[in-house]
Nanobody, 121 residues
């Protein structure tokens, strides 16, 4: 059983940057594909990015490609989402997730509690 705790959310102006962190515990972190999702008010939870256990492969939603990067530190059991050139439409609760399925956009078993990101115009 993996426990995930996100941090780093907050309020930022459009064009600014934020770095989200996700700390994992309770499992073999290096086994998991790690992902980030987000959910805006009144909308479904959407895939944002994923990274393979070896850090060699990443995947991004088209809406964030070129602006967001995902990374992980297996020694620290952590995954990060660097968000640049933020837009008001990036406002959402951001969730960290883990799965044993390789590089999936949807099949995640474990979820964090979420961290709020608000981008003002």
């Amino acid at each position: 059983q993996v426990q995930l705790v996100e941090s780093g959310g907050g309020l930022v102006q459009a064009g600014g940057s934020l770095r989200l962190s996700c700390a994992a515990s309770g499992g073999t972190f290096g086994r998991y594909t790690m992902g980030w999702f987000r959910q805006a008010p009144g909308k479904d939870r959407d895939f944002v990015a994923a990274i393979s256990w070896s850090e060699s492969t990443t995947l991004f939603a088209d809406t964030v490609k070129g602006r967001f990067t995902i990374s992980r530190d297996n020694a620290k059991n952590a995954v990060y989402l660097q968000m640049n050139s933020l837009r008001p439409e990036d406002t959402a609760v951001y969730y960290c997730a883990a799965t044993t399925t390789y590089m999936t956009r949807s099949d995640y078993n474990y979820w964090g509690q979420g961290t709020q990101v608000t981008v003002s115009s």
